[in-house]
């Protein structure tokens, strides 16, 4: 294993998007339109007494970088080092179906690209203080949410999600004030930064801003920088290059989201500024991960009533997402009928992954056209009880027999399953796999272990209150394996939602702060 022994200023940093793309000169300043430029120049703001609480030792391996004082100085959003150009990107999006308008880096503040040795990754601080696009707000982040983002951006990855990084979480020694639940009760939490990690964070929103606004040279500018260095296999010089640059966006788009219904996973804001031109997952806000087995499950309290990005809904909703991406690209094509195409397309894998996904959550080998009726009659029964789908998924991996009794620890007390019902479609289910199913790709597809919103509260509780961030170092630590059994940590997180977390406020209810 690599030492990581380097320091900031070692790194090789680079600003290709400040260098390709026309951006705003003007050094931070008042909140402000900056319309056909894709960035505005930005100081981060220092924390006042930056302590580097934690630190992923696999990203600092990757960057060479060492954890050290000055380091968490520098994230947590001291002074930047040489190399180092702060910007803030602009980018427009649709929120929960209606167009936004101008939006950008409210409290994200990129430090710049870091050349390695598997390529290039943009470093940003997400929490360091105002931008032109923090409108209103103050830049900054809680403890809250910034130990939620740190713990899932690397859950998500070691479950083989596609997604962002975390390097670091550095507390500010500050307070900042927010509203929870966003219902008049603002109070103020600790505050904290994140370093995150991408091959870029130029999102779906990236691109519709310029299309809306009519910059149609900016929108070229755009989209000849990010194929050049983030998709060098295309040429967008013509309609066929750019028709294939966006199949491939709609197949990661999909692929990702096929991931997500895999682990039971649910963004809870699928805005189009929220979605990454990479298939990447970013942005962790009001997630949360489906424990009762919901379909209409969303996490996030500002999508109660709608439930537009419940559970269910997530493959659609990146349908629609896809959508207004080729809508952006329009005013680059001589046939804009090439389009409708791609959506198409978009539908017809995002479907066949959902299929493929469940088939190796079954264990049923080749999928074939007769195993629908058996998925869906499974989500029907599923959805008829109160079960927790981690831990029904895993348990079925290793049974011999039929029996329902043998996944009884995954429901939940006071909603017990039917029986008949049960053993009727585990018969149908062991037929169909010759009492012989593909267990190792059921262990590979089915978690044992996922960041439980309460699981990631417990870590919060004991950070805020008592300093001590060794839940969360635990929690980093159990989910680099997921897929193994770790008999030493099942009595502890292998467990069903507690009583305790049902209705509290960050395991049930999340806002947009969370």
Same mark, same amino acid.
């Given at each position: 294993?690599?030492?990581?022994?380097?320091?900031?200023?070692?790194?090789?940093?680079?600003? +290709?998007?400040?260098?390709?793309?026309?951006?705003?000169?003007?050094?931070?300043?008042?909140?402000?339109?900056?319309?056909?430029?894709?960035?505005?120049?930005?100081?981060?703001?220092?924390?006042?007494?930056?302590?580097?609480?934690?630190?992923?030792?696999?990203?600092? *391996? *990757? @960057?060479?970088?060492?954890?050290?004082?000055?380091?968490?100085?520098?994230?947590?959003?001291?002074?930047?080092?040489?190399?180092?150009?702060?910007?803030?990107?602009?980018?427009?999006?649709?929120?929960?179906?209606?167009?936004?308008?101008?939006?950008?880096?409210?409290?994200?503040?990129?430090?710049?690209?870091?050349?390695?040795?598997?390529?290039?990754?943009?470093?940003?601080?997400?929490?360091?203080?105002?931008?032109?696009?923090?409108?209103?707000?103050?830049?900054?982040?809680?403890?809250?949410?910034?130990?939620?983002?740190?713990?899932?951006?690397?859950?998500?990855?070691?479950?083989?999600?596609?997604?962002?990084?975390?390097?670091?979480?550095?507390?500010?020694? *500050?307070?900042?004030?927010?509203?929870?639940?966003?219902?008049?009760?603002?109070?103020?939490?600790?505050?904290?930064?994140? /370093?995150?990690?991408?091959?870029?964070?130029?999102?779906?929103?990236?691109?519709?801003?310029?299309?809306?606004?009519?910059?149609?040279?900016?929108?070229?500018?755009?989209?000849?920088?990010?194929? +050049?260095?983030?998709?060098?296999?295309?040429?967008?010089?013509?309609?066929?290059?750019?028709?294939?640059?966006?199949?491939?966006?709609?197949?990661?788009?999909?692929?990702?989201?096929?991931?997500?219904?895999?682990?039971?996973?649910?963004?809870?804001?699928?805005?189009?500024?929220?979605?990454?031109?990479?298939?990447?997952?970013?942005?962790?806000?009001?997630?949360? &991960?489906?424990?009762?087995?919901?379909?209409?499950?969303?996490?996030?309290?500002?999508?109660?009533?709608?439930?537009?990005?419940?559970?269910?809904?997530?493959?659609?909703?990146?349908?629609?997402?896809?959508?207004?991406?080729?809508?952006?690209?329009?005013?680059?094509?001589?046939?804009?009928?090439?389009?409708?195409?791609?959506?198409?397309?978009?539908?017809?894998?995002?479907?066949?992954?959902?299929?493929?996904?469940?088939?190796?959550?079954?264990?049923?080998?080749?999928?074939?056209?007769?195993?629908?009726?058996?998925?869906?009659?499974?989500?029907?029964?599923?959805?008829?009880?109160?079960?927790?789908?981690?831990?029904?998924?895993?348990? @079925?991996?290793?049974?011999?027999?039929?029996?329902?009794?043998?996944?009884?620890?995954?429901?939940?007390?006071?909603?017990?399953?039917?029986?008949?019902? &049960?053993?009727?479609?585990?018969?149908?289910?062991?037929? +169909?796999?010759?009492?012989?199913?593909?267990?190792?790709?059921?262990?590979?597809?089915?978690?044992?272990?996922?960041? +439980?919103? &309460?699981?990631?509260?417990?870590?919060?509780?004991?950070?805020?209150?008592?300093?001590?961030?060794?839940?969360?170092?635990?929690?980093?630590?159990?989910?680099?394996?997921?897929?193994?059994?770790?008999?030493?940590?099942? *009595?502890?997180?292998?467990?069903?939602?507690?009583?305790?977390?049902?209705?509290?406020?960050? /395991?049930?209810?999340?806002?947009?702060?969370?």
């Amino acid at each position: 294993m690599a030492v990581s022994n380097a320091s900031l200023e070692a790194l090789s940093w680079h600003a +290709r998007f400040l260098g390709e793309a026309p951006g705003d000169e003007v050094v931070g300043g008042r909140p402000r339109q900056v319309p056909g430029k894709c960035w505005s120049r930005v100081t981060p703001t220092p924390a006042p007494s930056p302590t580097l609480a934690l630190w992923s030792s696999e990203m600092g *391996e *990757e @960057l060479n970088l060492a954890r050290t004082e000055e380091t968490g100085e520098v994230l947590g959003g001291g002074a930047p080092v040489a190399g180092m150009k702060p910007y803030a990107q602009r980018y427009g999006g649709h929120q929960f179906g209606n167009w936004a308008g101008q939006l950008g880096d409210g409290r994200a503040i990129t430090l710049g690209e870091v050349e390695t040795e598997n390529g290039f990754l943009e470093l940003q601080l997400k929490g360091a203080g105002r931008t032109p696009y923090s409108r209103t707000a103050d830049g900054k982040a809680v403890l809250r949410s910034s130990i939620r983002e740190y713990l899932c951006s690397e859950a998500m990855h070691h479950l083989g999600v596609p997604t962002t990084r975390a390097l670091s979480l550095v507390t500010t020694g *500050e307070q900042v004030v927010r509203d929870v639940l966003y219902n008049g009760n603002p109070a103020p939490e600790p505050g904290a930064v994140v /370093c995150r990690v991408a091959p870029s964070f130029i999102r779906f929103g990236s691109f519709q801003i310029h299309m809306s606004d009519g910059h149609h040279q900016t929108l070229r500018t755009l989209v000849d920088h990010t194929v +050049r260095h983030h998709f060098p296999d295309h040429d967008v010089s013509t309609d066929d290059g750019i028709i294939a640059w966006l199949t491939e966006v709609a197949e990661t788009t999909a692929t990702m989201i096929a991931h997500w219904m895999r682990v039971g996973f649910v963004h809870g804001v699928m805005n189009t500024d929220n979605m990454s031109i990479h298939g990447l997952t970013i942005d962790y806000g009001p997630y949360g &991960w489906l424990e009762p087995f919901d379909v209409d499950w969303t996490p996030n309290t500002t999508d109660a009533g709608r439930r537009r990005y419940r559970y269910g809904n997530q493959p659609h909703i990146g349908a629609w997402n896809v959508a207004r991406l080729l809508e952006s690209m329009a005013p680059l094509l001589d046939d804009v009928g090439r389009l409708q195409p791609v959506l198409d397309h978009y539908m017809e894998y995002a479907m066949n992954a959902q299929s493929e996904t469940w088939a190796d959550k079954l264990g049923l080998g080749v999928l074939q056209e007769s195993d629908e009726p058996l998925v869906n009659d499974l989500l029907a029964l599923l959805g008829a009880t109160e079960v927790d789908m981690t831990i029904f998924f895993r348990h @079925l991996c290793s049974i011999t027999q039929p029996d329902i009794t043998h996944l009884s620890d995954a429901f939940y007390e006071g909603d017990e399953p039917s029986e008949t019902a &049960w053993n009727a479609w585990l018969g149908r289910w062991w037929e +169909r796999v010759k009492e012989d199913p593909d267990r190792d790709t059921m262990r590979k597809t089915n978690p044992k272990y996922v960041l +439980r919103n &309460w699981m990631a509260q417990l870590a919060i509780d004991s950070a805020e209150e008592h300093g001590d961030f060794s839940i969360a170092e635990e929690l980093h630590e159990l989910l680099k394996r997921p897929y193994d059994e770790q008999p030493e940590h099942e *009595e502890k997180w292998f467990q069903k939602r507690p009583e305790w977390a049902r209705h509290r406020v960050g /395991c049930s209810m999340l806002s947009c702060s969370s």
